[in-house]
């Protein structure tokens, strides 16, 4: 996919920041939406089309990494590439392992950003308007269980749920999909990079926690 | 150290990084462990430490020091003039004071450099898109020029910012180590007693050893407990009883710390812009309106996040949480 047709999600909390990769990505011939948050980007995602998706790390309420994990997460085919300040090497590396596909240092330099988008659009694919929804959290769930080649009993079993609720959810995947059956989803679903083993962890290491809850009942500033 | 150059007192970070344990360097002088040469030590002495006064009592000094184990190495120290000739115990707690906020300086760049890369962003992506289009667009050379000049600027800062960010990284010994979070806190009552005891602000901790160590930079939590406190301290009229409390709680694997006080809160006109850096209410002169701007940097780099809760007229409670691991 070249930069012409690209559709590409910029997420900053800082309005002359977006204003600026608005402009120097337009310049490239890119369709470009911004979001001033990752809550306002996912339901963004949910109305259209994103190939690439840039996000700050550092930004208030829902921060890049957590966007980052349930992007990766509900529409795994979009490529996300991730800005950083702080230029510390755990923070790559946390940002790498949760299924970054590019990892940019402040100040953002033009060519870089291209160049990022560039790599990154090479390795996206778009999908049909099925998956335009992307997946819920328990349908990404089943499905990389399915793809680790687990039985519905035994997904059942690791998901403490009952067999009849994994198999909703499988349904609803293929259906998704446009599989008829699992082999053909498993297939479908290698065709956009999804295949066995990746699933991401979340950075704390602990299994995933829904990045929507609100842990504070008062803003965070 | 007294005027001889004999240690009195050293914290953890530094007798990690000297490979010495607290009685061992009791009472030495820095040449006698073996962690500065003599001629290092005389220029400290004869030409360093005479120019700290009581009007001008800190000094930042690059220096070669010795580690155990491994070669020397470049550091910049902070002097900081503790005892006046009279001795005077107020005089000796604000100087403690002064040095505690100067040995912020290296947080203090860290965070600078990293606040400064937000506006360098936009001038450098403005200047870039605006010259690619300018090209295709066609326009006289000279202004092609200009513009390029710009961008050579830009990248001339950015190469600045980074030998700062890093050069500061370096001096302020980032080793990360299991930080006691009682200890820390403890050293921060220590070194706000006496401002606290005439602001009557209590310092208070609950719960803290009941937390698990967490592996992060010693001096930058440090530095996070010294800033809210200090702000806490310094919000207080010094007219009625007031307190500064921190507690502590383990929730799942994140370690949740509050930093409650009722020395006023915070007016809700400053309330959206308090993280940020340059945003103080305090006097002219006094604080460099970073604190909070680094206390957020160093919670955020830590994977961690910090909020507060406002209650204006009465006090505020800053909410910071830490991943464990």
């Given at each position: 996919?070249?930069?012409?047709?690209?559709?590409?999600?910029?997420?900053?909390?800082?309005?002359?920041?977006?204003?600026?990769?608005?402009?120097?990505?337009?310049?490239?011939?890119?369709?470009?939406?911004?979001?001033?948050?990752?809550?306002?980007?996912?339901?963004?995602?949910?109305?259209?089309t994103?190939?690439?998706?840039?996000?700050?790390?550092?930004?208030e309420?829902?921060?890049?990494?957590?966007?980052?994990?349930a992007?990766?997460?509900?529409?795994?085919?979009?490529?996300?590439?991730v800005?950083?300040?702080?230029?510390?090497?755990?923070?790559?590396?946390?940002?790498?392992?949760?299924?970054?596909?590019?990892?940019?240092?402040?100040?953002?330099?033009?060519?870089?950003?291209?160049?990022?988008?560039?790599?990154?659009?090479?390795?996206?694919?778009?999908?049909?308007?099925?998956?335009?929804?992307g997946?819920?959290?328990?349908?990404?769930?089943v499905?990389r269980?399915?793809?680790d080649?687990r039985?519905?009993?035994?997904?059942?079993?690791?998901?403490?749920?009952?067999?009849?609720?994994?198999?909703?959810?499988?349904?609803?995947?293929?259906?998704?999909?446009?599989?008829?059956?699992?082999?053909?989803l498993?297939?479908?679903?290698?065709?956009?990079?999804?295949?066995k083993?990746?699933?991401?962890?979340?950075?704390?290491?602990?299994?995933?926690k829904?990045?929507?809850?609100?842990?504070?009942?008062?803003?965070?500033? | 150290?007294?005027?001889?150059?004999?240690?009195?007192?050293?914290?953890?970070?530094?007798?990690?990084?000297?490979?010495h344990?607290?009685?061992?360097?009791?009472?030495?002088?820095?040449?006698?462990?073996g962690?500065?040469?003599?001629?290092?030590?005389?220029?400290l002495?004869?030409?360093?430490?005479?120019?700290?006064?009581?009007?001008?009592?800190?000094?930042?000094?690059?220096i070669?020091?010795?580690?155990?184990?491994?070669?020397?190495?470049?550091?910049?120290?902070?002097?900081?003039?503790?005892?006046?000739?009279?001795?005077?115990?107020?005089?000796y707690?604000?100087?403690?004071?002064?040095?505690?906020?100067?040995?912020?300086?290296?947080?203090?760049?860290?965070?600078?450099a990293?606040e400064?890369?937000?506006?360098?962003?936009?001038?450098?992506?403005?200047?870039?898109?605006?010259?690619?289009?300018?090209?295709?667009?066609?326009?006289?050379?000279?202004?092609k020029?200009?513009?390029?000049?710009?961008?050579?600027?830009?990248?001339?800062?950015?190469?600045?910012?980074?030998?700062?960010?890093?050069?500061?990284r370096?001096?302020?010994?980032?080793?990360?180590?299991?930080?006691?979070?009682?200890?820390?806190?403890?050293?921060?009552?220590?070194?706000?007693?006496?401002?606290?005891?005439?602001?009557?602000?209590?310092?208070?901790?609950?719960?803290l050893?009941?937390?698990?160590?967490?592996?992060?930079?010693?001096?930058?939590?440090?530095?996070?407990?010294?800033?809210?406190?200090?702000?806490?301290?310094?919000?207080?009229?010094g007219?009625?009883?007031?307190?500064f409390?921190?507690?502590?709680?383990?929730?799942?694997?994140?370690i949740?710390?509050?930093?409650?006080?009722?020395?006023?809160?915070?007016?809700?006109a400053?309330?959206?812009?308090?993280?940020?850096?340059?945003?103080?209410?305090?006097?002219?002169?006094?604080?460099?309106?970073?604190?909070?701007?680094?206390?957020?940097?160093?919670?955020?780099?830590?994977?961690?996040?910090?909020?507060?809760?406002?209650?204006?007229?009465?006090?505020?409670t800053?909410?910071?949480?830490?991943?464990?691991?």
């Amino acid at each position: 996919m070249g930069p012409q047709e690209a559709h590409v999600f910029f997420v900053d909390d800082e309005p002359g920041i977006r204003m600026a990769a608005q402009r120097a990505l337009e310049t490239s011939g890119m369709h470009v939406r911004v979001f001033s948050s990752g809550e306002d980007c996912l339901a963004g995602l949910l109305e259209q089309t994103c190939d690439v998706l840039i996000t700050d790390l550092r930004m208030e309420g829902m921060d890049g990494m957590s966007l980052l994990h349930a992007v990766k997460s509900r529409f795994p085919w979009i490529s996300v590439i991730v800005i950083s300040g702080y230029g510390s090497i755990p923070v790559a590396v946390a940002a790498m392992k949760t299924g970054a596909a590019e990892f940019l240092e402040k100040p953002l330099d033009r060519q870089e950003l291209l160049s990022a988008v560039s790599r990154a659009l090479a390795n996206a694919t778009r999908v049909g308007p099925s998956l335009q929804g992307g997946l819920s959290d328990a349908e990404a769930q089943v499905l990389r269980h399915i793809i680790d080649g687990r039985t519905s009993r035994e997904i059942a079993h690791a998901l403490n749920r009952s067999i009849r609720t994994v198999e909703s959810h499988r349904h609803s995947v293929m259906h998704k999909f446009g599989a008829r059956n699992v082999a053909q989803l498993v297939q479908r679903a290698a065709a956009i990079g999804l295949s066995k083993g990746f699933a991401c962890s979340h950075p704390s290491g602990t299994s995933h926690k829904d990045p929507d809850a609100q842990n504070t009942d008062t803003a965070a500033l | 150290m007294d005027l001889h150059g004999r240690i009195e007192y050293a914290n953890k970070q530094f007798l990690q990084d000297v490979g010495h344990t607290a009685p061992q360097v009791r009472g030495k002088t820095p040449v006698d462990l073996g962690i500065i040469g003599d001629e290092e030590f005389a220029r400290l002495k004869n030409e360093i430490v005479p120019r700290l006064t009581t009007e001008q009592p800190l000094a930042n000094v690059e220096i070669l020091v010795h580690r155990q184990g491994s070669g020397p190495f470049r550091v910049l120290l902070s002097f900081g003039l503790l005892h006046s000739a009279t001795g005077d115990l107020q005089e000796y707690h604000e100087r403690m004071q002064d040095a505690g906020r100067l040995a912020s300086l290296g947080m203090l760049s860290v965070t600078l450099a990293h606040e400064l890369t937000q506006p360098l962003s936009v001038i450098q992506l403005a200047n870039q898109t605006a010259l690619a289009e300018l090209r295709r667009l066609g326009c006289p050379e000279a202004i092609k020029q200009d513009l390029q000049a710009s961008i050579t600027a830009c990248a001339a800062i950015a190469a600045l910012i980074g030998r700062f960010r890093d050069y500061a990284r370096q001096s302020t010994r980032v080793q990360e180590t299991e930080v006691d979070i009682r200890t820390v806190a403890e050293w921060t009552i220590r070194l706000l007693e006496h401002s606290a005891q005439q602001a009557k602000v209590a310092l208070q901790t609950e719960n803290l050893d009941a937390l698990p160590a967490i592996r992060m930079r010693e001096n930058e939590l440090e530095q996070l407990f010294l800033t809210l406190a200090e702000n806490a301290v310094q919000a207080a009229d010094g007219m009625e009883d007031h307190y500064f409390l921190i507690a502590g709680a383990l929730r799942d694997d994140e370690i949740e710390l509050r930093f409650e006080d009722d020395c006023g809160g915070i007016q809700p006109a400053h309330l959206p812009k308090i993280f940020e850096p340059s945003s103080t209410t305090k006097p002219p002169g006094k604080g460099t309106g970073l604190g909070l701007c680094i206390a957020r940097r160093i919670v955020r780099e830590r994977g961690g996040r910090i909020s507060i809760q406002n209650r204006y007229g009465e006090g505020a409670t800053f909410i910071v949480t830490l991943p464990r691991y």
